[in-house]
């Protein structure tokens, strides 16, 4: 998948769990608490900053009393394609995840290497 395509699904993400908290008139701080993180972690995580993770989509949907897909997709909202969409949605997630990882890994090594 491109990578501004992975970028566009986690961006509608991002805003589709920014728009659940809205839509149920909780403040950061009372997701934060639901789902046992800082208003800060939450904060960076609604903004993109600090990754939303698989588990923490659980959280989410727990918290809501929701399906994953109404996390990923919004309320009342299924993906373009059903189940396969979601699948290959949720693919391109995991390989933005590898990518990232990838990438933090590269940035050790060279700090590693600066230290020497």
Not at 35 to 43: F, M, N
Not at 68 to 93: D, H, M, P, R
């Amino acid at each position: 998948m491109e990578k501004e395509n992975i970028q566009d699904t986690i961006t509608n993400i991002l805003t589709n769990i920014k728009e659940l908290r809205i839509s149920k008139n909780l403040s950061m701080r009372n997701v934060a608490d639901g789902i046992g993180e800082s208003q800060q972690v939450y904060d960076r995580i609604e903004k993109g900053i600090t990754e939303l993770t698989i588990s923490r989509m659980l959280q989410l949907a727990e918290f809501y009393s929701i399906t994953v897909n109404e996390v990923l997709f919004g309320i009342g909202k299924t993906s373009k394609g059903g189940t396969e969409a979601l699948k290959k949605q949720i693919e391109s997630y995991k390989d933005k995840l590898l990518v990232s990882q990838q990438e933090v890994i590269k940035l050790q090594r060279k700090q590693t290497y600066k230290g020497l």
